[in-house]
């Protein structure tokens, strides 16, 4: 049998009224940051963008050990603010807001940036074996 949450779905302001109107305001940027302070994050930006309040719910019930349904988790997503004060309510402390770093953009873009930067250097290593590379480097 696991545990319950620490505050009731219905408490929005139990965490405080600043991390309430963070989930309220910003909340993809909240299930980003609840994921990683739970532990079930691989990507910052992909829970950003991607991850809805229930698939989070679900993920975080599952991990801390939190009693509750599939079903809850989906009809809570339709106040997603109270489902993501909720956890971030149960997380307590390890909850920081817009705690995204300079690794986790790396991570999420690094694939990109290093294949602009192969392109560049293809396309500069081309340009100086021209015979107008002298006009072209100016």
Known sequence: ??????????????????PCCYAYLCGCC???DISKAAGTQE?????????????LRNRYRKEKGVNGYCGGDCCLSLVPCC????????????????????????????GMVDAA???????????????????MTR
């Open 1 to 18: 049998m696991g545990r319950e949450f620490k505050a009731p779905w219905f408490n929005c302001l139990s965490p405080g009224v600043v």
């Open 43 to 55: 990507n910052w930006f992909f829970d950003c963008m991607c991850v809805s309040a229930a698939v």
């Open 30 to 32: 909240a299930v980003a």
């Open 83 to 110: 489902a993501l004060s909720q956890m971030i309510s149960d997380l307590e402390a390890d909850f920081k807001m817009l705690n995204v770093t300079a690794d986790d953009l790396k991570q999420s873009f690094g």
């Open 117 to 135: 930067q192969a392109e560049k250097k293809a396309v500069s290593t081309k340009v100086q074996g021209s015979p107008a590379s002298v006009e």
